[in-house]
T-cell receptor, first 120, second 111 residues
């Protein structure tokens, strides 16, 4: 079954304790992305990756790190979590756009089921 | 500033009562306008992609349309199972990979 898998689904932790949220996709997609979803603010992009070893900042990258060492995995790292990072996080992936379009992100993204982080 | 605005924030319909959801966008170099459905506790589920003004796509009771400034999601004779939050998102040309979401419209369909 084609899917994007996030772990953990729920986590309660304390300020300053480093954590990693894993994301894995089994669709051989080039593009992967992380979002956070907050009430009244909607989905906001944190980081995205066009392919292995290629990452770039989204709209709200402060306090987060990512890496893309393998095509299928795109972990989100919070080096020193703070309460304002309490949120619902989604990972997404999509295939590369068709040859000739020159655009990587025209394809719809497939989302995981989310990770709810609470940082006390 | 690039932005996507959805209206209304919430919509209550009776079963069978058709309506439309609006998504207006101001982005430079639109590369695709996406509609998603999100159920509570789940990730967004893809519905449609629209690329150019005048384009229309249909799926069951849903029909998405696109103009140069906005997109509409028309819901014909909705059923209670259509209750969800509907999100639109614009992929724009400022930087590859950028996708900006609206805040969504929460649709409730009562039997």
């Amino acid at each position: 079954e084609a899917q994007v898998t996030q772990n953990p689904r729920y986590l309660i932790t304390v300020t300053g304790k480093k954590l990693t949220v894993t994301c894995s996709q089994n669709m051989n997609h080039e593009y992967m992305s992380w979002y956070r979803q907050d009430p009244g603010l909607g989905l906001r992009q944190i980081y995205y990756s066009m392919n292995v070893e290629v990452t770039d900042k989204g709209d709200v990258p402060e306090g987060y790190k990512v890496s893309r060492k393998e095509k299928r995995n795109f972990p989100l790292i919070l080096e020193s979590p703070s309460p304002n990072q309490t949120s619902l996080y989604f990972c997404a992936s999509s295939p590369r756009a068709g040859i000739g379009t020159g655009a990587y992100s025209n394809q719809p993204q497939h989302f995981g089921d989310g990770t709810r982080l609470s940082i006390l | 500033e690039d932005q996507v605005t959805q209206s209304p924030e919430a919509l209550r319909l009776q079963e069978g009562e058709s309506s439309s959801l609006n998504c207006s966008y101001t982005v430079s170099g639109l590369r695709g306008l996406f509609w998603y459905r999100q159920d509570p506790g789940k990730g967004p589920e893809f519905l449609f992609t629209l690329y150019s003004a005048g384009e229309e796509k249909e799926k069951e009771r849903l029909k998405a349309t696109l103009t140069k400034k906005e997109s509409f999601l028309h819901i014909t004779a909705p059923k209670p199972e259509d209750s969800a939050t509907y999100l639109c998102a614009a992929n724009y040309g400022g930087s590859q990979g950028n996708l900006i979401f609206g805040k969504g419209t929460k649709l409730s369909v009562k039997p």
